[in-house]
């Protein structure tokens, strides 16, 4: 059997980690976080990176103390028990794998814009053209995801450029009518914009140093992203009231085609093309490295472990996600599945935080080459934040699936 292969160094880890957030999510989510925040719109996704970076914090010490690729299948297997981590696993795995099946919809549908073909057609295209880059080999993976990376920052960047004249039109401190309530809504919808950056954590076993680097990308992406996701955010609610942007389906697209027309709506939608590929790329990858784990330490699934001995990728867990990616892809509506995403990632991020606070009474001498800083007795305060904030916005989002119709 063979063993995944340690040839990413940091820079690539980087530009993985911030093409998985920097994927689809802010494309389709920034127009209905601006229907629930209005003009606080800039708080909702400040809000929703405080969050994120809390759970960096506690992924940064564990994926330190244990650099493997089950990421949190190993950490609350340490924390609690094997029964309790498979849960985990399965949870963030089919989370991947819905997520993937979505965006894989929202690549047809902007495929369709470019050229007449059946969704279907266009979703199970991308889902196989992904499942065949990976199955080449993570370095393959890797140089794909760079070109993508880049891709969509020159999108974000040209959404910023026209927006810039209209910085400074509109009150940023105005209320929505549905007061803080609302912002706290739109922070926890805003949140499926930043999945993706748990994901370093599933390269361990193929990063060179893990230890050091993976906590560095874990950092550095997730700083990238909430700078350029503030920034687009506040150009948004300026260039279109957010009542409008609210109802957009192509919030970005609008933006530009306001001072570019149909060129630059063709622009948007081609570049949100590789957007959603990117995101497919990194949720198929994280996903099979997880279930990859899981098939290790239990014998019922071993054949989830099987690794190709020329390319070094997980074969049967990469094609078990992507059977499982096309049929729910099949599906062709899943209007919710932001908030249905963030309510599973919302679970996985907080044991993740309670796993570290755990660890810390539990295995006080095990080797943290990073520590989560500013603790109380064994208690560190930003694990412990992760706790509360992702349990705030964990109930906020259960109210926008379940009370407000989203």
């Not at 940023?172 to 370093?200: C, D, K």
Request: glycine letters at 8%; charged letters at 10%.
């Amino acid at each position: 059997m063979g063993k995944l292969r340690r040839t990413l160094g940091l820079t690539e880890v980087i530009f993985f980690g911030t093409g998985s957030i920097l994927g689809a999510g802010i494309y389709a989510i920034v127009g209905k976080v601006a229907g629930f925040s209005g003009n606080m719109i800039w708080l909702s996704f400040a809000i929703a990176s405080l969050t994120a970076l809390m759970s960096a914090f506690s992924y940064a010490e564990l994926s330190s103390m244990f650099p493997r690729s089950g990421a949190e299948y190993i950490y609350v297997k340490n924390a609690f028990n094997k029964k309790m981590a498979l849960a985990i696993a399965l949870i963030i795995s089919i989370n991947g794998i819905v997520s993937g099946a979505t965006v894989s919809i929202a690549f047809a549908g902007y495929f369709s814009q470019l050229l007449d073909i059946n969704l279907f057609l266009a979703a199970f295209g991308i889902i196989c053209f992904v499942w065949l880059v990976n199955v080449a080999g993570i370095r393959q993976s890797s140089v794909i995801n760079i070109i993508f990376t880049v891709i969509e920052f020159c999108g974000l960047a040209l959404v910023i450029y026209v927006a810039v004249p209209y910085l400074g039109k509109v009150n940023y401190l105005e209320m929505p009518p549905g007061g803080f309530n609302h912002v706290l809504l739109g922070a926890a919808l805003s949140y499926f914009a930043y999945i993706g950056f748990e994901e370093i954590v599933k390269l361990s076993e193929e990063t060179k140093s893990p230890e050091k680097n993976i906590p560095k990308a874990l950092f550095s992406a997730s700083s990238i992203v909430m700078v350029v996701y503030l920034i687009v955010a506040v150009c948004a609610i300026s260039a279109i009231p957010w009542d409008q942007l609210g109802k957009s389906k192509h919030p970005l697209s609008d933006i530009v085609s306001n001072d570019m027309g149909k060129t630059g709506v063709t622009i948007i939608a081609a570049i949100a093309l590789f957007s959603t590929t990117n995101t497919i790329l990194s949720n198929m990858i994280g996903s099979s490295r997880v279930l990859l784990h899981v098939g290790e330490e239990n014998k019922k699934w071993k054949w989830l472990s099987v690794v190709s001995s020329k390319r070094k990728t997980p074969v049967f867990a990469l094609i078990l996600v992507a059977g499982l990616m096309i049929a729910f892809a099949a599906i062709g509506k899943l209007e919710t599945v932001a908030l249905i995403a963030n309510f599973f990632i919302f679970i996985t991020f907080l044991f993740v935080n309670i796993s570290v606070i755990v660890l810390r009474v539990k295995q006080p001498n095990t080797a943290r080459p990073y520590k989560v800083p500013l603790g109380i007795y064994k208690i560190p305060i930003p694990s412990l934040l992760g706790v509360l904030l992702t349990l705030l916005l964990l109930g906020y989002a259960v109210y926008g699936l379940f009370v407000s119709g989203v």
